[in-house]
């Protein structure tokens, strides 16, 4: 298997952008990532300069295929710098800069969590499939890079096709059309990868799909509000986001967090859920409130979000969601799919009366 050295050194022959510095001195080379044979590589570039930039984003392919053991290479272009390369804009001075949508995709938002383990996943899994019951055409993109969940909440394996030798073609679950990173890894290897790296893989996904038109395509983010998380929500047009939280204290400290991130960005807040809200026993009925109850419901009418509803701790979402048999498109007329689609209900109508679409900064892959 090929190391970074060895790329590296294959690079070492070419010229930066300028035509004289050389490539590995010119600040262009944003990271490099090795999967078995297969070498990921993204370079550093400004949207504007990206058409300039492609002959040498070709001849950095060439090169690394070119490397014994590289049996396929992938270049890409990333406007995000290595920590220390260069100091990065504001949010919302990133936020007023030049906008494009992506192709297609008539309204994209957002489904965050302040920190993992408050079911965002199962939960954006279940309100595609109900926005998808309410009359829309959906997709939805797993954005969480180092834990995707998506492939085993659809039921969906194998790799996409692709079109052209460059555009992906989305698999479908349910009448859903579904991208993740995990149909084009191995299910259990690492994803030991840096920010840049990530990014251009999100890019990837969501500019290199032949998504067709879709009225909304939802987007799994990853857990949290870090550098990856920012950058995302800086760099795709989101009509909106959706926070998911559970009731207790600690998620809703996470979940304000979430809340000022989007706002710093100017990304409309659609709502926030509470997930896991109660647990009714299908035994005797009694009610429990395990992690407490209505935290989430407080916290939105405090900063000022509409509340979106509650789903509760049940074992019918867990078994169905672990079998790849979510409960909206498997019990339709069950009492769990209601709720979901009751949200949905209220996400279209402010989708379709509320909050005009952001367009953000145009990000090129190639």
Request: glycine residues 12%.
């Amino acid at each position: 298997m090929a190391t970074e050295l060895d790329i590296r050194n294959a690079l070492a022959s070419l010229k930066g952008p300028d035509g004289t510095t050389p490539f590995l001195r010119s600040g262009v080379l944003g990271g490099v990532a090795i999967q078995g044979e297969k070498v990921y590589v993204s370079l550093i570039a400004e949207p504007q300069n990206a058409k300039a930039i492609e002959p040498l984003r070709q001849a950095v392919e060439d090169q690394v295929k070119g490397v014994p053991g590289v049996s396929g290479a992938l270049v890409t272009l990333t406007a995000e710098r290595p920590q220390g390369s260069a100091p990065a804009p504001g949010p919302k001075a990133a936020a007023a800069t030049a906008r494009a949508m992506v192709p297609g995709i008539k309204h994209i938002i957002a489904v965050a969590s302040g920190k993992g383990g408050v079911g965002k996943s199962t939960t954006a899994a279940n309100l595609a499939l109900a926005l998808k019951d309410t009359g829309l055409t959906v997709g939805i993109l797993d954005a969480d890079i180092y834990g995707p969940s998506l492939p085993k909440l659809f039921g969906l394996s194998g790799k996409p096709q692709v079109r052209d030798g460059k555009i992906m073609i989305p698999l479908e679950g349910y009448g859903v059309k579904v991208m993740s990173i995990g149909f084009l890894i191995e299910e259990e290897a690492p994803m030991i990868w840096r920010g840049p790296m990530v990014m251009s893989a999100l890019q990837q996904m969501m500019r290199e799909v032949d998504w067709g038109t879709l009225d909304v395509l939802v987007v799994d983010m990853p857990p949290g509000t870090g550098d990856a998380q920012l950058t995302m929500a800086q760099s795709v047009p989101l009509a909106g986001a959706i926070i998911v939280s559970t009731p207790q204290d600690l998620a809703l400290i996470d979940a304000r967090r979430g809340v000022a991130m989007f706002k710093r960005v100017e990304v409309p807040i659609l709502g926030v859920i509470e997930n896991m809200s109660y647990f009714l026993c299908p035994e005797c009925g009694t009610r429990s409130d395990i992690f407490g109850h209505g935290g989430a419901r407080h916290e939105a009418e405090r900063l000022g979000v509409p509340f979106l509803g509650e789903i509760p701790l049940h074992m019918e979402i867990r078994e169905k969601s672990d079998a790849g048999l979510p409960v909206v498109a498997t019990d339709p007329d069950g009492p769990h799919a209601k709720l979901y689609r009751g949200i949905a209900e209220q996400i279209k109508a402010r989708l379709e009366g509320g909050a005009a679409p952001r367009t953000m900064p145009r990000i090129v892959i190639e």
